[in-house]
């Protein structure tokens, strides 16, 4: 089969957020690989793709740490030969209070010689719309939404074109929804008015699928786009117009069998719902405890003794956020994360080495710290499960596994077993 070149090359700032836009790049047609960091050049060999997702941690890292990554991934993209990038940041804007998101844009911006790049965290499918500059997460403003307590990049000003200017150096301006709803014409046109101002990162306002795919259009020729999953929906029909994609059915995976497990480390309500869904069902749950991590209790090994081949276990340390801040009181909220993603880790290693073939995770860090654990390089994406979410299978590092990486916010209720009963699915 002729090798792929990847048209797309993109940057994401956490693990769970490049499977969701990965999972995005796939509905629209693209063939999609996800890599676990800049991958080594042993397995650049291996990546036939359309689509590259270079998946870094580095929403929460020091800035000049956050923008050396970046770059890095970017020279590795550029290397592959992709013709457009993109900076994908959480729908809900998350960057520390040093700020990630302009410094990173600016530093690509810079290394493409990109004058101009559209800034959309919008993600409709789930509740996130950006209007008049201003984020909205349902029908509460970003600040009001809970992501104002957010434990590591709390959300205080939903003003996104005042917040990404004060993390920027150059000039940050708004393409406003009246602009938008003129289609790509009139949002080019907006563009070049802001360009001739000097502004060099925009602020994009999106409340529908359809502003997305305007604004996508509208970005044909940009050598950087930046924002969430969402604003990559209009991407992929670039391409098919240039006629450099073919029509395809980017999501097909064959299937994996073998023993499954739920991981679920994820603090978040959407998460807490799902764990509490399972339980209700009477399936069978493990739970972590932090407190008799830090005593040094054998919790690892009971989980395992517990775990059983012949029926799905899920094993969680979710707990409502009264009881992780009294965890946290205790243990230091660091101290305790660690200690559970350690734990989880060693779990879904331990169960790999047993068998294990299939892997539910729920949580950004929680992923993150799995997919290190089992030492997975790279995912290539299948079909979505939820909106953000897709079953992927590791290549490139041992025997493949289907992994399904969820976001805390993501998925509904019964999450758990749908994405069971997806891997279940037929044989593709
Ligand atoms: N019961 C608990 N007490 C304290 N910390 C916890 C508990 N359960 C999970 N954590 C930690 O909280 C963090 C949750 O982050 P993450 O996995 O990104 O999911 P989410 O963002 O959905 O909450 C992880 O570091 C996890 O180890
Ligand atoms: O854009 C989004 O909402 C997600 O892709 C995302 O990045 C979520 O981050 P976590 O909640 O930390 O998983």
């Not at 008015?193 to 305007?214: F, N």
Request: aromatic letters at 4%; a neutral charge.
């Amino acid at each position: 089969m002729e090798k792929l070149r990847p048209l797309l090359g993109c940057i994401a700032d956490d693990f769970t957020g490049a499977t969701d836009l990965a999972n995005i790049l796939v509905r629209g047609g693209m063939r999609t690989v996800q890599t676990i960091g800049v991958p080594s050049e042993d397995l650049a060999a291996s990546l036939d793709a359309d689509a590259i997702v270079v998946a870094l941690k580095s929403r929460t890292a020091p800035v000049e740490q956050a923008v050396s990554e970046s770059l890095q991934a970017l020279r590795w993209l550029q290397g592959r030969g992709c013709r457009q990038f993109f900076f994908k940041y959480c729908s809900t804007f998350d960057s520390t209070s040093a700020g990630n998101i302009g410094p990173v844009a600016e530093a690509l911006q810079a290394a493409l010689a990109a004058d101009f790049a559209i800034a959309c965290p919008a993600f409709p499918a789930a509740g996130r719309t950006a209007y008049m500059g201003h984020l909205f997460v349902q029908q509460r403003l970003l600040s009001e939404s809970g992501m104002e307590r957010h434990p590591l990049t709390p959300m205080r000003d939903p003003d996104l074109v005042r917040l990404l200017q004060a993390q920027s150096r150059s000039k940050v301006g708004l393409i406003a929804h009246p602009d938008v709803a003129g289609g790509a014409a009139a949002v080019r046109e907006r563009i070049a008015a802001l360009r001739s101002q000097g502004v060099r990162l925009a602020i994009a306002d999106a409340i529908s699928d359809a502003d997305l795919i305007t604004l996508g259009e509208a970005c044909a020729d940009a050598p950087l786009v930046t924002g969430g999953s969402g604003m990559a929906q209009g991407l992929p029909a670039n391409f098919r117009r240039s006629g450099t994609l073919p029509d395809a059915d980017a999501s097909l995976l064959p299937r994996i069998a073998g023993p499954a497990v739920v991981l679920s480390g994820s603090a978040s309500v959407a998460t807490n719902g799902q764990v509490a869904a399972w339980l209700r069902g009477g399936r069978r749950g493990f739970r972590i405890e932090p407190l008799a991590l830090a005593r040094g209790e054998s919790v690892v090994a009971a989980a395992l003794d517990f775990i059983d081949a012949g029926e799905t276990t899920l094993v969680y340390a979710t707990s409502g956020a009264d009881e992780v801040r009294r965890v946290q009181a205790e243990l230091g909220a660091a101290h305790a994360g660690a200690l559970v993603e350690q734990a989880l880790g060693q779990i879904a290693a331990r169960l790999r080495e047993r068998g294990t073939r299939r892997f539910v995770v729920a949580g950004g860090e929680t992923s993150g710290a799995v997919v290190q654990a089992l030492g997975l390089r790279a995912l290539r994406i299948g079909a979505q499960i939820d909106p953000g979410v897709p079953e992927t299978h590791s290549f490139g590092a041992g025997e493949p596994l289907a992994v399904v990486l969820k976001s805390g916010n993501f998925g509904t209720e019964d999450f758990f077993d749908k994405a069971l009963r997806h891997l279940e699915g037929p044989v593709a």
